[in-house]
């Protein structure tokens, strides 16, 4: 495909916009975010309000239209994970996993009924396939759900679930095996469970290392009723549906791992030009300015395998090793360069005055959500032919 990376007009304002949106109303609150524990939910009905929270929603389902697609999300992710990483899972997590699996295989009334207010900010969406047993190996669930008064029963527990237990929260699309199940094999359909169906009780948010502002809880479906219309999907086809989403999501984390790398290096240069030692601007010396140089060369290549893979989904390909490669190189960029950021910081970078540990926290889940970096070498693998 003759792939051209020039951006639009339209998506060069988003980033200028989302910077400056980033600059003045997400960074100067994160740390306190982080150290609280607080959802932003403000935060996120305003970037609803900006058009962010459904950017790659066709406009009748409330997103802008005009060509936003993957492209300009990923985009927007990378300006908000610079500044914050928990707003940017928010946002990625609602979009990628919770709109985008209706978008792609939703009835038309579940469309109208679920995307418009998740475009607006006005709610937030998510999707549950982990369980405590299971995450990488997406057959091996045990949730349930059966027939039962002409709707269905779910019965199971989900596991470090994003965005199913904030006051925004509307839905939570899970999957669950519908058939039989055979050695490997088991017959996986999804729902879409709204968050007050009997039966759907969220647990309390998980400690976690990193991701303090975004929500992450463990979900019981006990008895959980939901209509005959919440199937997501033919039954059966929940595996499909899931591997859709999964690429799609991909590109939306490896956006993040861009992100969350820039910050780092956008905060290395101001703190090398301006940290003295032995009488000279850090910067001055080769092993920090070096090391901040080569940390800028990888991450416009890593953004240059996000920018590809968004913009052959764009163009309707697929892009299942596209995804699985941006994203293992710019979440292990993301570890690589909140390293680096606090090795050129020195001691203040352990400080939790400076945002420096806050982006050392986040940056490691990048590598182990929507595919461990194990998971996406195994993808890669197979895309090649070999055996693995
Ligand atoms: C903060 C947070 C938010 C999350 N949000 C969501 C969410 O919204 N929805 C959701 O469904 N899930 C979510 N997850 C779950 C996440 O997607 C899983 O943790 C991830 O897919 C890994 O699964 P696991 O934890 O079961 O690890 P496991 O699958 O148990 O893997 C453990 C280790 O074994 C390796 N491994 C496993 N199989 C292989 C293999 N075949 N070859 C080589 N190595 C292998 C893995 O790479 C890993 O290193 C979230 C997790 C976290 C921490």
Known sequence: MDLTL??????????????????????????????????????????????????????????????????????????????????????AASVSLGGAPILNFGTEEQKQRWLAPLARGESIGAFASTEPGMGSDVQGLSTTARQSDGGWLINGTKAYITNAGTELSSFVTTTAITGERRPGRAEISTFIVPVDAPGFVPQRPYAKMGWHASDTRELAYQDCRVAPDAMLGERGAGARVFLATLDGGRIGVAAMGVGLARGCLEQSVAWANQRCAFGQPISHYQAVSFELAELKARIEAARGLVFRA????????????????????????????????????GGYGYMEESAIPRFYRDAKILTIGEGTSEILKLVIARQMGLSV
């Open 310 to 345: 968004a913009a052959l989904k764009d163009a309707g390909k697929p892009v299942t090793e596209e995804a699985a490669t941006a994203k293992l190189i710019a979440s292990e960029l993301a570890v690589h360069a909140a390293n680096v950021a606090m090795q050129v910081h």
């Open 6 to 91: 020039e951006l639009t007009d339209e998506q060069r304002a988003l980033r200028g916009m989302l910077r400056e949106f980033g600059d003045a109303e997400i960074a100067p609150y994160a740390g306190e975010w982080d150290r609280s524990g607080t959802f932003p939910a403000a935060t996120i009905r305003q970037l609803g309000q900006l058009g962010v929270m459904g950017l790659p929603f066709p406009e009748q389902y409330g997103g802008v239209g005009a060509g936003a697609g993957t492209l300009s999300m990923a985009i927007a992710l990378e300006e908000l994970a610079r500044v914050d990483s928990s707003v940017a899972v928010t946002v």
